[in-house]
């Protein structure tokens, strides 16, 4: 962490601001000392900062064949993600499945669910995708 | 179910099937306050700066792809025009500044800085001058920076002293970069009417009435539109018009979406959504094959133009509706080496450089990625950028001018710069002389346009 001739001048002056009447050439050394310390060591960082509603659209598609519910559902169940809706078409032997899933109870991240879900997909030889729902909303509601 | 079953399986689609992807985000990042008297503090501040803002700049937009299953192609830097912050320093300081940038935006993981740029459509400052005869050696020397200079405006007129001097600039960027194609000029764009917000690398900056940091989306997509074409088969063009709006409308709420999330990620005020149609070398990802969906031949045939003219109509009029912040350039790019369909025009001699010049009069930027011969004259080039020009302050409207004078080369022969740059075959120009109009100098004086108050 390199700070600034600037940067340090202003955490200075600040620091004696704030000390008022206490401020002594010791005290300000001190402060100053403790506030860049502690500077360095803040690395901001929003990665877990999530805001959404938390629902997200599972989207399966492939070959239908036996297990394909179970296989997804099991993990679901596992992970803690509650399913509020499904629906699913089968057209000849092709199946599209598509779930809204609450994910915000769940005990895994979206990436960890979509992690483990890639792995289903190999699995059952099928496609899985899960996207936030809030990028339906956006594309296809007014 | 909230959604249709057929909306969920359209956004799926786009995404995996047509190549829908957010072309850029790029996070504009204000150094006018970087300034110290010695280049060395200066230096460090500029890199002190840009690290502090964009250090998870990648990592975020990595989230957000996974989080909406949207891939985010580009994650990039866009900064204040150097020459303005820096004006009193030289040339061989603004090579250290350079190189100062491509270390910062190395170090954060972007592949493209951009903003070595000057403002200079009314005249130079001596900073700006410095700035400008230092981009061929900063190009040169540095891997990750784009360069722009904005040579014209409706307002001001075009600088003829700098459109001059700029053909040199770049017939010399040509030669320095000649052991790779001449890939300086890839990464040089000379404008008129640049805008301040555009997202998009090369010509990206911070405009100065920018915040401290911002960011800004860049939204692509030119196969979703193509397959919504194809599949609406031989309609009238009202209908045509309509069928690309509605895309443009989805794919700009996409982009918007993802931008807001990427911004309030960082903490900082998102800018704009800029709903150009980007192409990519990659099959499918082509506005050629647009053109060509929409019923000419091929790029260059009859009717081209107005095709273009309609479908950046169209892009434009869904985009608006989705999104409330639109800007930056906004309308489909035309990049000669970046499209696989518009490099097979041109090498079918389809494609000329005069239809190519009527074509960016109803689009969003220029004569863009062309190369030409290595030994076409400074005043031809000069020639043709003042025509761009010419073009955009008397329509009101962005141009620009990316020309490639391949050192060495000649009509027949190819640039390969590989991803995505991508290849273009050198085209013919013009060899009648041009030199006594340009080589007047002054400026071309500010349209009848200009006088709008």
Redo the contacts between chains.
Sequence with gaps: M?I??DELRQITLQAIDELGEKASPETVKKVVTEIIQKSGETV????A???ESGKV?L?SFGLNHPGIVAGITQTLAGTNCDIM?I?Q?ILSDFY?M?M?VDISNANVT??EL?QKMNAVADKLKIKI????????K???RV | MPYEFEEILETIKMTEVEHFDIRTVTMGISLRDCYDRNIEVTKEKIYSKIIKHAKNHVKYAEQIEAQFGIKIANKRIAVTPISIPFDAFSSKDFIEIAKTLDKAAGDVGVDYLAGFSALVQKGFTNGDLEMINAIPYALAETKRITSSVNVASTKAGINMEAVNLMAKVVKKTAELTKEHDSIGCAKLVVFCNIPEDNPFVAGAFHGVSEPEVTINMGISGPGVVLDAIKNAGFTDLNTLAEIIKKTAFKITRAGELLGKKVAQMHGVPFGIVDISLAPTPAEGDSIADVLKAMGVEDVGAPGTTAALAMLNDSVKKGGLMASTSVGGMSGAFIPVSEDQGMIDAAKAGHLSIEKLEAMTSVCSVGLDMIAIPGDTSAESIAGIIADECAIGIINDKTTSARLIPAYGKKVGDYVDYGGLLGKAPVIPVSTLNSKNFVSRGGRIPAPMRSLTN
């Design positions: 390199n600034t001739e901001v960082d929003n990665t900062k999530q805001t659209i989207t809706d629906s078409k599209t598509i809204v979206l990436q979509q995708y899960i996207q936030h729902e809030d990028v339906f956006h594309m296809h």
